[in-house]
DNA sequence: AACTGTGAAGTTTTTCACAGCC
DNA sequence: GGCTGTGAAAAACTTCACAGTT
């Protein structure tokens, strides 16, 4: 007889995690103790039923007639997206972007820290950005296996893209976060997520007529 | 009898569009005169069958046999979402993130031009951000006002972003992109879109178990 | 021969609605 | 009384598979 093998939770689920942890981390700011599925949901625009459904994925975690206890409900999600410990990622790409990612405060106390920045440019090489200095592309992947850094963040040019993420899976990086305006094929064992904010303008632009 | 209205497209339909424009130009680039559903999908990673459905909501701009004309279909997708023309768009936050994204060179050739610079700190008044200058939100709602401003973009801090919102919906906006970490809650015909590269990494960080 | 456009089938996701608990 | 957790129903979305066109 087989063994009985749970389903997987729904990818779409997952990605709601995050927002939910985001949200909770707001209440928590604001002094609150307790929340409800009903408040979370007019916060976040999801329906309440959603977001008892998708709780109830992982186990229990509130309480009938009362919520669910926010700090509880937290560390939960938090152990849940194994972001309750810190990840070291790689930056691809000391241009603009890249700067300005590095530059980005908010990655730290969600559970990130970019602990390495690569650029190919000869020009760019040993600048300092932050605290860091700029790394040879030639020194990635020793790095990145040496460090067993499974993260990185591509900002390189549209052109350069595919083959900077084939280097990166191929030094055991395990997920892309691809801020070129280009789709990245990988292996299927590779997450990808994708940040084009000139794609969600164009997404708004279909709503505005009149 | 009540006019026969034909139901809207689902949102989720609209939300690829834009991913299809990119891939589009990109093979434009590569001298590339027709495609097909199925070259398409395999570099986005989505079915042929899933392109063709959408891209059969808005009429027929294919040719069975052969494919779709690269040319034809980029014109008929930039109508599609209105992208055909130059949108001004308004930026609120001049601090690291309001700078780095003023100084993406992105926007202008998919359809969009910051137009104005917007900060509350007395400090950042008057400073120069590449070719703009950081205007007061004082003079905000009448600017976008003046110069019929739809779109705005905010990389105010989380605090802010509701009350930031709300003046830019006064001001007649309707289309927000928030970079801040944080929900808004508008009226229902403004459209809101969110950018957190936080939320996609831990998003990623589910599945990196062993 | 190659490829689109599309009803129909299949799958996934969301909502409903209520039993059960605090 | 208020709220969760959850089967069942409904809705939304994707894939199938093929007739029809070039």
Redo the contacts between chains.
């Keep these: 007889m087989p063994d009985k093998v749970s389903p997987p939770i729904p990818d779409i689920v997952?990605?709601r995690?995050?927002?939910y942890?985001?949200?909770l981390k707001?209440l928590e700011q604001e002094g609150k103790l307790v929340t409800s599925s009903q408040e979370l949901g007019?916060?976040?625009?999801i329906s309440s039923a959603q977001i008892r459904k998708d709780l109830s994925h992982f186990g229990g975690f509130g309480k009938q007639g009362t919520g669910y206890h926010i700090d509880f409900l937290i560390e939960r999600l938090q152990a849940?997206?194994?972001?309750n410990q810190e990840?070291k990622?790689a930056l691809v790409g000391a241009g603009?972007?890249g700067?300005?990612?590095s530059?980005?405060?908010?990655?730290q106390d969600?559970?990130?820290r970019i602990a390495h920045i690569f650029d190919s440019s000869p020009e760019k090489l040993g600048e300092a950005i932050g605290e860091h200095r700029v790394r040879s592309v030639q020194e990635m992947a020793a790095l990145i296996a040496e460090e067993d850094i499974?993260?990185a963040?591509l900002a390189v040019p549209?052109s350069q893209a595919q083959a900077v993420a084939d280097q990166l899976v191929q030094a055991g990086i395990?997920?892309i976060?691809n801020y070129a305006?280009?789709?990245i094929?990988v292996r299927a064992d590779v997450?990808v997520?994708?940040?084009?904010?000139?794609?969600?303008?164009?997404?708004?632009?279909?709503?505005?007529?009149d």
């Design positions: 997952i990605g995690l995050p927002l942890l985001r949200a707001r007019s916060r976040l625009d849940v997206l194994q972001v990840w990622v603009n972007l700067a300005a990612i530059h980005y405060r908010g990655f969600r559970g990130f499974k993260i963040m549209a395990r997920a976060l305006p280009i789709n094929n997450e997520q994708y940040i084009d904010p000139v794609s969600h303008l164009q997404h708004m632009t279909y709503y505005l007529r």
